[in-house]
């Protein structure tokens, strides 16, 4: 296989000659063209991980999907709190939402969209935002991912997963009946971490921290700054519209899946 890549970059290359003649000697060019199609394979190895999460969720297969961590993995979704090591993210998966396998009358299609990945320049390190669609039982959720991952002997893993919920609802609909978001006291497990960030669900809004930069002009992307807090009661009542003016004030810096700053 590597004789055959070999070939492949020598042919690049002879179809170029007619091109000015670069300082960069064969060698540096095959090898140059060789660490962008690393490049590019990695990226498409953390958008078909991310997917395979995706699909593991869908009915229930929880063993198979924490072998898809890092042993020193963290995983946060919603408000719920940090989970720390792949064991207790399979703790988490078969506890919250039962054991292996899928189950009659159960729903949970994940459904994910808009990756952007991007590769560290030391090829071992990886990051992901893309948006999920989940579809269940209990109504409509929309999580956005901030995901990163890590290359361990030549095969990526999530080394931490953070899947803030933007939007809950019931099946009534996200224009008639939004719910609150998931709170760390909410079902079991208890979260080995507090949530890194305390924030609002739809109807009100918070923007997640970007890992990238503007991509056009190179300028990182600080969302608008605004209250975030959680509901203590149904949108549109008083005691929710209190609860907007109490959260902690979001600046878009704040680093994910860390410990939340004073």
């Known amino acids: 296989m590597k004789n055959s890549n070999h070939l492949i970059l020598a042919g690049v290359l002879a179809l170029s ?17 060789g ?7 990695d990226m498409n190895q953390i958008e078909r991980l991310q997917r395979t999460y995706g699909y593991f969720v869908d009915k229930s297969q929880w063993t198979p999907l924490a072998d898809l961590f890092t042993d020193d993995a963290t995983l946060e979704i919603g408000g719920k709190g940090i989970f720390l090591g792949k064991p207790r993210v399979l703790e ?10 899928a189950k009659e009358g159960v729903l949970a299609n994940h459904m994910q969209f808009q990756s ?14 893309s948006r999920a669609y989940v579809m269940s039982g209990g109504g409509w959720g929309l999580p956005l991912y901030e995901n990163e991952y890590r290359k361990e002997n030549g095969v990526w893993k999530i080394s931490r997963l953070t899947g803030p919920f933007t939007m809950y609802s019931s099946w009534d609909g996200w224009g008639k009946n939004a719910l609150n978001n998931t709170w760390p006291d909410k079902f079991e497990p208890a979260p080995d971490l507090p949530p890194s960030t305390v ?64």
Not at 19 to 26: D, E, G, N, R
Not at 35 to 41: C, V
Not at 116 to 121: G, N, Q, R, T
Not at 222 to 239: E, I, N
């Open 17 to 33: 000659c007619t091109a000015p003649v670069l300082a960069q000697t064969a060698a540096e060019r095959l090898d140059a063209l």
């Open 116 to 129: 952007i990945p991007d590769i560290a320049a030391d090829g071992t390190h990886g990051w992901i935002r």
């Open 92 to 101: 988490y998966m078969q506890t919250a939402f039962g054991p292996d396998g």
């Open 199 to 262: 924030y609002l669900t739809y109807p009100a809004y918070y923007i997640i921290p970007y890992h990238y930069p503007n991509p056009v002009t190179g300028k990182a992307l600080v969302p608008d700054t605004g209250q975030v807090g959680v509901y203590a009661a149904p949108p549109g009542t008083q005691l929710q519209q209190y609860s907007l003016t109490v959260g902690r004030m979001a600046d878009g810096t704040q680093p994910i899946a860390s410990p939340p700053r004073e």
């Open 35 to 41: 660490a962008r199609i690393t490049h590019l394979e």
